[in-house]
């Protein structure tokens, strides 16, 4: 710290410098409310994001298909660990951020309440799902928050792959029989609204964004990264030979962006306020899995204890 310098000159500099701000520094109360409720949601996703996925794993239509997925869902869980590690450098249990999440008190991503109905889904969640994923990570691997920022880099690199085996399920899908073909475009008409919700309300009906780009925890606003993953997807879906379910999406050359529909925001809210049609299985088979986890928990900490005790 210069001499001199209180602590809030401190952070107000390092901000402004773009330097990382650190746990150990002084911070305001709300830079870390806001990164806790962000990064909590962020960890929370990630472990609910497992479940639409594991769906498909018993049914996976190959040997390879299977290992590759049973590897994807496993990096999630990993995704959600070292997001509530980071969360934990904010001064708050990890304890208590899972039961705030099993509560409903906690928010997660709204993508996540949505069936998995076919193995087209599949595809459809690593190259949609993944893309908008990445699409809003890369910024935050430039978040003010080091933990966190840290934490994205790895996050951002296994997405990335993720996102790379989703669109090869789709490809792969489109080369095929016409019926298969069919069922990309089938995922691909369900999956592309709901992946625009994933960048949150337009930026004038966004609680957080404005203070959040101040804080640099944001870098680029919801709107911002919405356009960004149109324009990177659209010649994706022209690729593959599907269609994109937006009568209205259109290239605008004066702009140099695609123009595109209006979300249904009603269905949003509905269901980032838990009535998604999924919300109620996700969370019940969450709880679920925790309850019936706790021997595991015991035996684990039974186990450490005992090497404690004997390394003293
Ligand atoms: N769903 O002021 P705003 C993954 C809430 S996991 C639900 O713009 P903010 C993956 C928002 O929380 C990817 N809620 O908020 C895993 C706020 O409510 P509260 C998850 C949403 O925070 C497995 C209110 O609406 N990624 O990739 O400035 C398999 C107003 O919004 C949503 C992250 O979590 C939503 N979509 O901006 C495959 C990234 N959108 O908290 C893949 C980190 C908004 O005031 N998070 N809300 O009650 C962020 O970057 C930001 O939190 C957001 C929202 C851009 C999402």
């Not at 001199?4 to 773009?18: C, H, Y």
């Not at 990630?46 to 794993?57: A, F, L, R, S, V």
């Not at 869902?73 to 660990?81: I, K, N, R, T």
Request: a negative charge.
């Amino acid at each position: 710290m210069g001499i001199g310098m209180t602590g809030q000159e401190r952070f107000e500099q390092l901000i402004a410098s773009d330097e990382k701000v650190e746990p150990t520094d002084w911070m305001p109360e709300g830079y870390r409310k806001t990164l806790i409720r962000q990064i909590a949601q962020h960890a929370h996703s990630e472990i609910i994001g497992m479940q639409p996925e594991g769906n498909w794993i018993t049914r996976a239509p190959t040997l390879r298909r299977k290992a590759i997925l049973m590897a994807k869902v496993q990096d999630e869980a990993g995704h959600g660990l070292y997001l509530y590690s980071a969360a934990e450098t904010l001064g708050v249990g990890r304890d208590e951020l899972v039961e705030h999440l099993h509560s409903g008190r906690h928010k997660y991503s709204s993508i996540f309440n949505y069936p998995t109905l076919t193995w087209a889904d599949i595809g459809a969640i690593g190259w949609l799902v993944d893309g908008a994923a990445i699409t809003n990570q890369v910024m935050l691997t430039r978040c003010s928050y080091g933990p966190y920022a840290r934490a994205m880099v790895r996050i951002c690199r296994e997405e990335s792959f993720h996102q790379r085996q989703g669109f090869e399920i789709m490809l792969t899908l489109c080369r095929g029989t016409p019926e298969q073909k069919q069922m990309a475009q089938d995922a691909l008409n369900r999956w592309w609204w709901p992946a625009l919700m994933m960048f949150g309300p337009h930026d004038t009906d966004s609680t957080h964004t404005q203070q959040s780009m101040a804080w640099k925890i944001k870098r680029v606003s919801n709107d911002d990264l919405r356009q960004q993953f149109v324009d990177m997807t659209v010649p994706q879906a022209e690729y593959l030979g599907l269609t994109i379910p937006d009568p209205e999406l259109k290239w605008n050359p004066e702009r140099g962006h695609y123009d595109f529909g209006e979300i249904d925001w009603d269905e949003f809210w509905r269901v980032v306020k838990g009535f998604g049609p999924e919300s109620r299985d996700r969370l019940a088979h969450k709880v679920r899995a925790w309850e019936e986890g706790a021997w595991v928990r015991e035996a684990a900490a039974a186990y450490a204890a005992k090497h404690r005790k004997e390394a003293a």
